[in-house]
């Protein structure tokens, strides 16, 4: 199972959207779009976990690819970097 990030989305963007287009490529796992608390609109960005072969074909059809307007980046999920010192 991979997890994939997908940013670049437009505020009006609803997760049944994106997993319409990503089934297109394989079985959706699971999808989280993050939303603002206060609107619930898109932030901008989500998750999506698929099978590792889907996945890289997922990344491979719709890095890049025009959603609602805007060129939208699919990449694998990179950890994210603690914050010390605070």
Same mark, same amino acid.
């Given at each position: %199972?991979?997890?994939? &990030?997908?940013? +670049?989305? *437009? #505020? +009006?963007?609803?997760? $049944? /959207?994106? /997993?319409?287009?990503?089934? /297109? &490529? @394989?079985? =959706?796992?699971?999808?989280?779009? =993050?939303?603002? =608390?206060?609107?619930?609109?898109?932030?901008? &960005?989500?998750?999506?976990?698929?099978?590792?072969?889907? #996945?890289?074909?997922?990344?491979? @059809?719709?890095? @890049? $690819?025009? &959603?609602?307007?805007? *060129? %939208?980046?699919?990449?694998?999920?990179?950890?994210?970097? @603690?914050?010390?010192?605070?």
């Amino acid at each position: %199972m991979k997890k994939l &990030f997908i940013g +670049s989305l *437009p #505020a +009006s963007t609803t997760e $049944k /959207e994106l /997993e319409a287009l990503f089934s /297109e &490529f @394989g079985t =959706v796992r699971s999808l989280k779009l =993050v939303t603002d =608390v206060f609107s619930g609109q898109c932030k901008g &960005f989500g998750f999506i976990e698929m099978e590792g072969h889907e #996945a890289r074909a997922a990344i491979a @059809g719709l890095n @890049g $690819k025009d &959603f609602n307007g805007k *060129p %939208m980046k699919v990449n694998f999920e990179s950890p994210k970097v @603690g914050r010390r010192g605070r």
